[in-house]
């Protein structure tokens, strides 16, 4: 048995819930929030067996796509220049990370 791990962003998090419902995938969701951005996340959490594991990760592959977010740029206290200009920055977002973990044990109580 297996124990997966995926933290998605917020943006993604209801359609990958719908998705895994459609599919039987029994999850438990937990809000969550990220430190580059502090943006809200959802982690969801997947008890599977072994032979499954590679049907969650590619319904969470589907479902969490990366994209382009712009955003400000943090000021800098670099004192070499003259001003100190805030400036957009497009950063990736999106996606998952996915954590799959060997479970020794299960009890359903």
């Known amino acids: 048995m297996k124990l997966i791990i995926a933290i998605v962003q917020d943006e993604d998090s209801k359609k990958l819930n719908e998705t895994f419902t459609k599919n039987g995938v029994r999850s438990t969701r937990l ?6 951005m ?11 067996e072994n032979n499954k594991v590679d049907t969650v990760i ?4 589907e479902v969490c796509k990366t994209r382009v977010q712009s955003i400000m740029a943090p000021p800098t ?10 400036y957009p920055v497009d950063v990736e977002v999106g996606g998952a990370t996915v954590f799959v973990l060997d479970i020794e044990q299960f009890k359903k109580i």
């Open 58 to 61: 590619d319904i969470i592959e």
């Open 77 to 86: 206290y670099d004192f070499n220049f003259e001003m100190n200009l805030n």
């Open 31 to 36: 809000a969550s929030t990220g430190g580059f």
């Open 38 to 48: 502090r943006a809200g996340n959802s982690t969801f959490i997947v008890g599977t």
